[in-house]
Every structure is written in structure tokens, then in C-alpha cells.
């Protein structure tokens, strides 16, 4: 007969067992324990307690019998029958609660209760329970059996546990990489902030995320961006990185995870919090090249403990955001910079017409000069006109003083010659640019030589000569097309001597020139037929190159598009 009942509850187990482990779904897996152990045991009501990792109290997640005020109960281990279970790890047999000080009341009807507990991986995770409404109802029997329930129920936790960590690290990747995506996509630096703090809340399911970065002294960390944050945390004050809980996570260049910031000595905005609603923190460094430029935070609206997976995919999204900061931030610069040259090139020109209207102006100033002295005006010094003579002989000479101060000034510098790479150049005037053409439907292709020659120039002066071609011929194609720089060195005369001079070719697809502006380009500023802008950049294009001792050349046709080649001596 015994035998008989150990098989009958060996299959009873069996047939339990396939039933709590038909499911992966953890909250579904708990429901199917506590049915299974209620019907098993005979039992009036049952539950699964487990311990909340972030408070360490015992809760009910799952029960059948009781009632619905019972999932508001939170006890302490040790607190309770159930309580005890979870401190000992050893099961409660009661025959009588009445009778027993532990325990607390949730349906009046109760009159004994058996738990034991729930070991997961050689810890105890919470406290299986059934109860029944009459004395004495449970036997030894009764307790070896949840004893061996509770360990299929433990197992089949534990496998609930690692799919919902192993279907969170998935999603969490699936996120990262579209969220990488969404945040590389913008070039603004406002922009790319918000996406940074939106894509974050999405990511970790967060109530709240905020970006700080640091101040130019690296003492302060400034709010630049948030999601989800109220007036109160907009308006708080800045942190100091010395003194802050975020300031040492960019001091360490480390995580940092509150539970509970609303009762957190270190955190300094207390109050906030608790008008916010913000509970668990964790924030995480945006590190760029090993430095760090600031912090990426996020809150919950609940006590939370973020594992170890999240940690990691949050520093990981972080070091993708960094990195997209500082492109939107050097972009930024770049067009500073592009600007900056723009202004540099007229003030240029600027001078160059000041240059030539002066020259201009000299030529009939000394033949008024000349004739001025001709007409020897000698007046009696009663004559009023002598007074006049004076003054014209001075007004003239003043005239001369002027333009000789404007020609001075506006003479162009002689270049500093040293060695220079003009693939090197090119190269890094595509980057300056690339945005700009880009933008404008332009596609740069480029067809360099290696191993060109390097030619002796002024680098500066050829910056600008060269940024003036490809900016031109960027214009000359305002609906998009194809800009090709190339550059070669021209055969030698004798068969063993050395490259003469090395040639720049820079082309567009554009509307191309006509025979008047092929022949006024590089001459007179005061000539230009072009239709936009200031129309001085070929002239000094012209004023470079000759000052180089190179040639420049033009070669255009009607519809075909325009090729500029700059020809300059080797070194």
C-alpha cells in the first residue's frame, strides 16, 4: 500500500510538473504552481510569495482563494508564518494558526497552513503556501509533497527567470541598434541631444531621462537635454562635478544606480524627486576617446533594480550618443569654419577691389597732378584765388597720400614657401566641404595621384585659391551634379629628370561659361559678369597662382560644364 501511494504521488508530481512547465511566461508559470498546489494538497486557498529584490519584502504574486486585498500585503522576512519560512528555509507545518503567534490573519476561515519554501540556484526566493478552513488538515505526507512541488516550482522559475532576461537583453538589442540609427541620423546638436534622451526612455523604459554635459572648465555639468522632466527639474541648479552624485559618475567614468534617489543621502535634489516622481537612478558617463563630456541619466517611477545586462546596454547606447554629439558638435564647427572662410574670402576680395580702384583711381589723380603743376597758378597773395591754388595743390597731393596708404595696404602678401602635399590638401578641403555639397546633391569624386610630387607653396594661400574653385563650381551646379578634382604630374622633358610642375584639375557638370567670362575671370575685379555673390573668387584664384609662379587655365563649354586646372612647380 505504500508503495502504491509513493507511485500514485510520483505520478501526481509528473503530471504537475508537465503542466507548470507548459508555459515561459512568468506570471502565468506562478498562476499554474498555485492552482497545481491547491488542488494537490486539497487545500482552500493558496499563494506564491516572493521576496522583492528592490525592498526585500515578501509579496504575493500569485494566488487562488484568497482574497483580492491579500496582493496589497507586504511582509519583512521573518514577519509571519510565511515570513519565518523565508528566513529559515525550513517548512511551517500548523495545525492550528489559531494557535500560532506568526500568524497573519488574511481569510478568516483559515485553520491550518503549510509553506515551504521556494529555493532557486540554492537561495530562497519566496514561500509556497496553502492553507486549508479545517484543523489539522495537512499530514507529513502532505509536506513531502509540497516540498517536492516546490522544487519542479523553483525550477520552473528559474527558467521563466532566464527567458524573460534573455527576451529583455534581445529587445534591449534591438532597441540599441535602431536607436543608434535614429540618433547618428541628425547633424544638429540640439537635435541630436533630444534624440539621445527620447531614444533612452524607450530604450530602459524610463519615466525620465536627462543628458548633462560639462562646461568649458569641466567644474559644472549644465541640463542640455531631457524627456519626460517637469518644471521642477528643469528649473533645478547646475551640479558641481566635484561635489554631485552625476559629477562622480563622469569623475570615475562609471555607472552609478540608486534605488530609491526620493530617500538617497548622496542625491542632492531630494526634493525634486519627490515632486517629479522619480524613484530608482541610474546613470551612466558619455565617454568620447576615453574622456568624459558628461552624463546620461534615467529614472523610474518605481523602486527598481537594474541588472547587469542593462547597465551594459545603457553605457553602450551612451558611448553611441557620445559619439554622436560630438559629430553633431564638430559638424557645428565645421560650418563655423566654412562660414569663417567665406568672410576671410571677401574681406580678401574686399581688399583686392580696394587695390584696383585705387590703382585706377592714381592714374588720371597723376595727370591732374601734372597738369595741375602746368598751369602754374601764381596769384597775388591780395588775389582770393591764390588761397584756392593752395588749397587744390593740397587737396591733390592728400588724394595721392590716400591711395598710396590703400595700395600699401592692400598689397598682396608675398607667400611663405615650404612643401606641400596637395593630395593631402585636397583631401582635407573634401571633408570642410562635404556636408555643404551633400546637402546641395553634389557628388565629389576624387582622382589623385599617389606618390605626387610635393610643390613648394604658401599652404594657407592655396587653401583659399583651391576652396574658392570648388566652392565656384559647387554654384555653378545649384540643382545637384558630379564635382571631380584630380591631380597628376606632367611628364618630365628628359627621360630621367624629374616632374616639372603638377596640375589640379577641378570640374563641374554645370552650365559652364562663355567666351567673355572665360577671358575676364582672372584679370580685372571690377569685370566680373557673375550673376551671384561677389564674383572676385577667380580673380584671386589668378592673384595666387601667379604669385606661385603656376598658371591657371580654363576649360568650358556651353551646357557641358567647366574645368579649372591650376598648374604649379614642382619641388
Known sequence: MELRARYERLSLLHQVGNVIHSTLDAQEALLLIVREAVRLMHAS???VVLINPTNNFLEIHASQ????????LKLRVGEGITGWVARTGKPAFVGDVTQDPRYIMLRPEVRSELAVPLEVNGVVRGVLNVDSDRANAFANDDQELLEALAIQAAAAIRNTWLFEQLRLKARLFESLASVSRTINSTLNLDE????????????????????M????????????????????????????????????????????????????GRYQNVEVARREGLVSLLSVPL??????????????????VYSN???????????????????????????????????????????????????????????MKMLYHSLKLEFPPSDPRAEDARVMGEKIEHLNKIVERILDFARTTEPRLAPVDLNKLIDELGLLVRHKLANQGVQLIRNLEPNL?????????????????????????????????????????GKNSPPCDVTVEIGDTGEGMSE????????????????????????????????????????????????????LPAQ
Not at 565617454?287 to 518605481?302: K, M, P, Q, W
Request: aromatic share 4%; hydrophobic share 45%; proline share 3%.
Open 453 to 493: 610630387p610635393a610643390v613648394m607653396a604658401d599652404e594657407t594661400q592655396l587653401e583659399q585659391a583651391f576652396l574658392n574653385l570648388i566652392l565656384n563650381a559647387a554654384e555653378a551646379m545649384p540643382t545637384g551634379g558630379t564635382l571631380t578634382i584630380a591631380t597628376y604630374a606632367n611628364e618630365p622633358s
Open 516 to 567: 567673355e567670362q572665360r577671358r575676364e575671370a582672372f584679370h580685372s575685379l571690377l569685370s566680373s559678369t557673375k550673376e551671384k555673390g561677389t564674383g572676385l573668387g577667380l580673380a584671386i584664384v589668378g592673384r595666387i597662382v601667379e604669385a606661385h609662379r603656376g598658371t591657371v587655365r580654363i576649360q568650358s563649354h556651353r551646357d557641358l560644364g567647366t574645368t579649372i586646372l591650376v598648374t
Open 309 to 367: 545586462d542593462e547597465i551594459r546596454i545603457l553605457s553602450a547606447f551612451a558611448e553611441l550618443s557620445a559619439i554622436a554629439i560630438e559629430k553633431a558638435r564638430l559638424y557645428e564647427r565645421i560650418v563655423d569654419v566654412e562660414e569663417q572662410l567665406r568672410q576671410n574670402e571677401k574681406l580678401s576680395a574686399l581688399g583686392l577691389l580696394a587695390a584696383e580702384v585705387a590703382h585706377e583711381i592714381r592714374n588720371p589723380l597723376t595727370v
Open 45 to 47: 486557498s493558496g499563494s
Open 287 to 304: 565617454l568620447f576617446t576615453g574622456e568624459a563630456i558628461g552624463a546620461l541619466s534615467v529614472y523610474t517611477a518605481r523602486p527598481y
Open 65 to 72: 482563494g484568497l482574497p483580492a486585498s491579500a496582493a496589497d
Open 192 to 211: 541630436a541631444l533630444s534624440a539621445v534622451t527620447r531614444e533612452a526612455c524607450v530604450l530602459m523604459q524610463a519615466k525620465m531621462c536627462s543628458l
Open 213 to 264: 554635459m560639462l562646461d568649458n572648465t569641466r567644474t559644472w555639468l549644465d541640463l542640455r537635454a531631457s524627456f519626460g522632466a517637469g518644471q521642477s527639474y528643469l528649473q533645478k541648479p547646475r551640479l558641481s562635478v566635484g561635489e554631485s552624485l552625476v559629477g562622480a559618475v563622469v569623475r570615475r567614468k562609471k555607472p552609478i544606480h540608486v534605488e530609491n534617489v526620493q530617500v538617497s
